[in-house]
Nanobody, 121 residues
Framework: QVQLVESGGGLVQAGGSLRLSCAAS????????MAWYRQAPGKQRELVAS???????DYVDSVKGRFTISRDNAKNTLYLQMNSLKPEDTSVYYC???????????????WGQGTQVTVSS
């Protein structure tokens, strides 16, 4: 059964760093497009970053230069390195996966439970 489990969230001061991890079960996910979404209270869910099986990445403008998405296919693990964090980055962050039938994916089929990131000022 496919499962995505996020970890690494927490409380950090503005300017600090965190690294989120998403452990994916099932080797089939190694060919999927993987992504990090976030959703803050009262806001719509936002695509933060994505990475294809070939390593191509995309980022929302607000995190470019600060966040880095990467994957270790051998470990079936997705990462989001977050540097220079800002209070507006405060959100629940979700790991997601989509089969590589199109790019960008029309939707993501699999989701983790989310991990809370809180950035204080």
């Amino acid at each position: 059964q496919v499962q995505l489990v996020e970890s690494g969230g927490g409380l950090v001061q503005a300017g600090g760093s965190l690294r989120l991890s998403c452990a994916a079960s099932g080797r089939i996910l190694s060919i999927y497009t993987m992504a990090w979404y976030r959703q803050a209270p009262g806001k719509q869910r936002e695509l933060v970053a994505s990475v294809t099986r070939g390593g191509n990445t995309d980022y929302v403008d607000s995190v470019k230069g600060r966040f880095t998405i990467s994957r270790d296919n051998a470990k079936n693990t997705l990462y989001l390195q977050m540097n220079s964090l800002k209070p507006e980055d405060t959100s629940v962050y979700y790991c997601a996966a989509a089969p590589p039938i199109r790019y960008p994916p029309h939707s993501y089929d699999y989701w983790g439970q989310g991990t809370q990131v809180t950035v204080s000022s």
